[in-house]
């Protein structure tokens, strides 16, 4: 089994930080891909950061130069620092990992976290 352990949401005012986390465990044996999307409220999940095993990263145009995602030197925790929060960013805030299981599997799987509440507001 895999888990992806997400930690760090909560209420923060626009214009306020927060640092996001993502610890992947149990049965892995590769991660190329993880990363970052959201659900606002009554809207689909859309993407917000990506990052590979290579160090390849892209972001949604609304948080460029804003958000920042990043990786471990082990590669199985995945974080997203957003700065200059604003109101539209309240959502609940998904982990996903893209993750080969073992060796002799060549088949990558989808993942997701639990999700984590993130709330701009004054």
């Known amino acids: 089994q895999v888990q992806l352990v997400e930690s760090g949401g909560g209420l923060v005012q626009p214009g306020g930080s927060l640092r996001l986390s993502c610890a992947a465990s149990g049965r892995i044996f590769s991660i190329p891909a993880m990363g970052w999307y959201r659900q606002p409220p009554g809207n689909q999940r859309e993407v917000v950061a990506t990052?590979?095993?290579?160090?390849?990263?892209n972001y949604a145009d609304s948080v460029k130069g804003r958000f920042t995602i990043s990786r471990d030197n082990a590669k199985t925790t995945v974080y997203l620092q957003m700065n200059s929060l604003k109101p539209e960013g309240t959502a609940v805030y998904y982990c996903?990992?893209?993750?080969?299981?073992?060796?002799?599997?060549?088949?990558?799987?989808?993942?997701w976290g639990q999700g984590t509440q993130v709330t701009v507001s004054s």
């Open positions: 990052i590979t095993s290579g160090g390849m990263i």
């Open positions: 996903n990992a893209l993750l080969g299981n073992d060796y002799s599997d060549s088949r990558i799987r989808s993942y």
